[in-house]
Structures are given as C-alpha cells and as structure tokens.
C-alpha cells in the first residue's frame, strides 16, 4: 500500500471513530465536524495533546473550572486574537482576564517544551472543535506568532 493510499485510509477511519451522530448539533463540538483531511490529521494530535496538557484545568469539553479556570467552549479571548493564544500555551499567563464578562486572575502555567508543531496542533484542535472553525494552523504560523510576541 502506498504511503498515501495509508495515511488517506488512516484518516478514513479515524473520523469514522468520531462520527457516531452524524448531522446531529453535538457534531460541532467534535472531529467529525472536520471535513478538510490536514485539519483532521492535526486536530488528531492536538486533541491527544490538549487532553494532556490542557484538559486538566480547561476541561475536556473546554468549559473551564467554574470562576477559577477560564473557559475555551466558548471564549471570546480565544477567538479574538489566535497569536496571543500560540503565545499564552507556550509561555504561560499571569494577571486578570476577561473571558465572556467575567474576569479571571489565575497563572497559566508555561509549556516551554512544547514545539511549535505541538502547538500548531492543539490550536488546530482548538480552533476547530466547539463551533469554531478556523482551518488549519500550521507551525511556521506559530513559529510566526511566537517570534512577534517575544
């Protein structure tokens, strides 16, 4: 089989994993919305990623600790700056916030070892999941976004 013929198979039958209700509303908060098979493949990894090292403050479904931890699903912060996002996952976060109307004061904590693929891909996920829809982010974009925030 060519490297091709598997990566598209690969791809084929992972977001079968992910489909279980097609059509349905609870799509946008999942892979199976992706349709674009290089979106897939990074929110694939960024989802792996984003379990490990975000999920356990922002949640698995990005909904945040309460008033403690600020929410992703959704968050007006996120979307309105996706440099300051790449810039905040690898070097963290201190000071207030305003998310949704509601402020937050807790330190993010940094992910130095992340490299910028790393976080091309959690963004990808990110960004793609929860009714967001930004296609891919790749990691010269990040490479980029960190490189003005320095």
């Avoid at 089989?1 to 990566?7: C, D, G, Q, T, V």
């Avoid at 990074?42 to 949640?59: D, P, R, W």
Wanted: net charge neutral; aromatic share 10%; with cysteine.
């Amino acid at each position: 089989m060519s490297k091709n013929l598997a990566y598209y198979f690969y791809i084929v039958v992972l977001s079968g994993l992910f489909s279980c209700q097609s059509g349905t509303k609870k799509d946008e908060n999942t892979l199976a919305s992706i349709k674009d098979s290089k979106v897939l493949q990074y929110a694939i990894e960024g989802k792996v990623l984003y379990e490990s090292y975000c999920a356990n403050c922002h949640q698995k479904d990005g909904t945040g600790l309460g008033k403690l931890i600020p929410p992703l699903n959704p968050s007006d912060y996120m979307k309105e700056d996706i440099g300051r996002t790449a810039h905040i996952i690898k070097y963290g976060q201190k000071g207030e916030i305003m998310v949704n109307g509601v402020v937050y004061d807790q330190v993010m904590p940094s992910n130095p070892r992340l490299t910028n693929m790393e976080i091309a891909q959690i963004m990808t996920y990110i960004y793609n999941i929860w009714g967001n829809k930004e296609g891919l982010i790749d990691a010269n974009t990040v490479g980029g976004y960190l490189e003005k925030n320095d």
